[in-house]
């Protein structure tokens, strides 16, 4: 029923840029608050960017400046725009939402960045 879509990983070289998107279906996606998070191999998932059904946005220090997270209510999909990427951000990417009424959250199936030569 709920499905979480992510897309856009690609191989880049440091200084490139890429844009994530994720479709969501199945949800009133603007009752959700959009999280992307990431995880290299080794290392615990952590949070990169979210974004409110108001659309306050929080990130992560190490992608403040660099990263963007926007959405499209009308689309039911979120983005997140990556400038200035940089090996030490090369992991797969995930879509989370989080209902602000329930307890509810999904997460997508993610998406391989990698930020390499």
């Known amino acids: 029923q709920v499905q979480l ?5 690609d191989l880049v070289q440091p200084g490139g840029s890429l844009r994530l998107s994720c479709v969501a279906s199945g949800i009133i996606f603007r009752l959700y608050v959009v999280g ?28 403040k400046g660099r990263f963007t997270i926007s959405r499209d209510n009308a689309k039911n999909t979120a ?4 400038n200035s990427l940089k090996p030490d951000d090369t992991a797969v990417y995930y879509c989370n939402v ?20």
Not at 5 to 9: A, D, H, L, Q, R
Not at 37 to 55: D, F, L, N
């Open 5 to 9: 879509v992510e897309s856009g990983g």
């Open 36 to 63: 992307w998070y990431r995880q290299a191999p080794g290392k615990q998932r952590e949070m990169v960017a979210t974004i409110s059904s108001e659309g306050n946005t929080n990130y992560a220090h190490s992608v």
């Open 79 to 82: 983005y997140l725009q990556m």
């Open 98 to 117: 989080a209902s602000v009424v329930s307890t509810s959250v999904y997460w997508g199936q993610g998406t391989q960045v990698t930020v390499s030569s």
